[in-house]
Nanobody
Framework: QVQLVESGGGLVQAGGSLRLSCAASRSIFSIANDMGWYRQAPGKQRALVAT???????DYADSVKGRFTISRDNAKNTVYLQMNSLKPEDTAVYYC??????????WGQGTQVTVSS
């Protein structure tokens, strides 16, 4: 079992920045095949934002490429999402997910990001 706790969300003006953190309750290096950030806006389905694999390879949704950066710190059991040049359409609840080597998915509780125009 793994608990994930997101933090760093909030209200920011368009063009601003936020850094989200996802802290895991146990070592992610030993269990996680890949980790990712997803978001869900009101009335929309949850969608992938960015992922980072054990190999440190990354992937991003087209809408955030060049603005968002995902990273991981295995020593701190934490995954980060640096979000720059935020737009009102980035407003959503952001969720962290870990997929273990055995194929199990664990989700955090989500953190609200609101970007005002």
């Amino acid at each position: 079992q793994v608990q994930l706790v997101e933090s760093g969300g909030g209200l920011v003006q368009a063009g601003g920045s936020l850094r989200l953190s996802c802290a895991a309750s146990r070592s992610i290096f030993s269990i996680a095949n890949d980790m990712g950030w997803y978001r869900q806006a009101p009335g929309k389905q949850r969608a992938l934002v960015a992922t980072i694999a054990t190999s440190i390879s990354t992937d991003y949704a087209d809408s955030v490429k060049g603005r968002f950066t995902i990273s991981r710190d295995n020593a701190k059991n934490t995954v980060y999402l640096q979000m720059n040049s935020l737009k009102p359409e980035d407003t959503a609840v952001y969720y962290c997910k870990i997929r273990t080597f055995s194929g199990l998915d664990y989700w955090g509780q989500g953190t609200q990001v609101t970007v005002s125009s």
